[in-house]
Nanobody
């Protein structure tokens, strides 16, 4: 059974850091692009970052550019999101998603994702 499980969320003060992990089971990461999305209270889910299956293409939302870093470790079947200089507006539930792609440099959007995790809550507050 294909499954994505996020972890690493929690409460952090503004300016702090967290590293989210997305552990995949039931499949290997090689042919999949991954994305991180988030949903703040009362708002729609938005894309945060994505990484292609080869790792050669990486995109970030403008609001997190320079502060967040996405990476993947295919040997560990895990994708990461390092979040630094966190702001209160980064608060929300963070979701990991995967899309099988034939284009190794493709970074699919929300509607192209095949699998989703259940999310992990990040709260940035003093």
């Amino acid at each position: 059974q294909l499954q994505l499980v996020e972890s690493g969320g929690g409460l952090v003060q503004p300016g702090g850091s967290l590293r989210l992990s997305c552990a995949a089971s039931g499949f290997t990461l090689d042919s999949y692009a991954f994305g991180w999305f988030r949903q703040a209270p009362g708002k729609e889910r938005e894309g945060v970052s994505c990484i292609s299956s080869s790792g050669g293409s990486i995109n970030y939302a403008g609001s997190v550019e320079g502060r967040f870093t996405i990476s993947r470790d295919n040997a560990k079947n895990t994708v990461y999101l390092q979040m630094n200089s966190l702001k209160p507006e980064d608060t929300g539930v963070y979701y990991c998603a995967a899309a099988k792609t034939s284009d190794t440099r493709s970074c699919p959007g929300y509607y192209a994702m095949d699998y989703w995790g259940k999310g992990t809550l990040v709260t940035v507050s003093s």
